[in-house]
């Protein structure tokens, strides 16, 4: 167990609809980093927070957006959703401004869009 | 732009077996370097890390990976294989780019160790 929660496990909508998914980092770690996994695509950094703020973005859409709390969760919302936004979308967290520190992953949830 | 690759999409290797997982990376200034693995249905795991040092680092489930400066490679090894390390492994490379350490992961290779 890597400490990281991610909710839900499993959501499954219809194209147009807004989402929004949930992690918990593992606990004392202060960024949170988002990815998305799917089989073309391969493993796509999104976006990293870090204390609250927002520090890097990768390639996430316009549609898509993403804040970490006062508590250090985190949720990503996706919105205006298409076909292609189907994916597993993971959060990670790990204790930044070390670079050796690893990411520690969480199970990830699983986006169906029909 | 920090990257890694991973040339095989998929490695067979026989239960009792030794297995290699290959991966080079292209970065500037120094790698730091990262393995996963990937069990269905499941996150990522953290098998081993390389910073600095030795050249031989020694990860969890026995796995093991060789730094090359050299070669610029980074492979993935293990004396011998488990049907259990049947998995998608992902090698990553730390992005220091833009100051805020994403890593960056290569596009998987899946292992299959056959009984």
């Known amino acids: 167990d890597s400490g990281v929660t991610q909710t839900p496990k499993h959501l499954i909508t219809a194209t147009g609809q807004r989402v929004t998914l949930r992690c918990s980092p593992r606990s004392g770690d202060l960024s949170v980093y988002w990815y998305q996994q799917s089989l073309d695509q391969g493993l796509q950094f999104l976006i990293q927070y870090y204390n609250g703020e927002e520090r890097a973005k990768g390639n996430i859409l316009e549609r898509f957006s993403a804040q970490q709390f006062p508590d250090l969760h985190s949720e990503l919302n996706l919105s205006s959703l298409e076909l292609g936004d189907s994916a597993l979308y993971f959060c990670a967290s790990s204790v930044e401004f070390q670079a050796n520190s690893p990411l520690h992953f969480g199970n990830g949830t699983r986006l169906t869009v029909t | 732009a920090q990257s890694v690759a991973q040339p095989e999409d998929q490695v067979n290797v026989a239960e009792g077996n030794p297995l290699t997982v290959k991966c080079t990376y292209s970065?500037?200034?120094?790698?730091?370097l990262f393995w996963y693995v990937q069990y269905p249905n499941r996150g990522l795991q953290f098998l081993l890390k390389y910073i600095t040092g030795d050249n031989l680092v020694k990860g969890s489930y026995g796995f093991e990976a060789e730094f090359n400066k050299s070669q610029t490679s980074f492979h993935l090894k293990k004396p011998s294989a488990l049907v259990s390390d049947s998995a998608l492994y992902f090698c990553?490379?730390?992005?220091?780019?833009?100051?805020?350490?994403?890593?960056?992961f290569g596009t998987g290779t899946r292992l299959l160790v056959s009984p």
């Open positions: 990553a490379v730390r992005d220091f780019n833009t100051g805020f350490q994403k890593l960056v």
């Open positions: 970065v500037s200034g120094n790698p730091y």
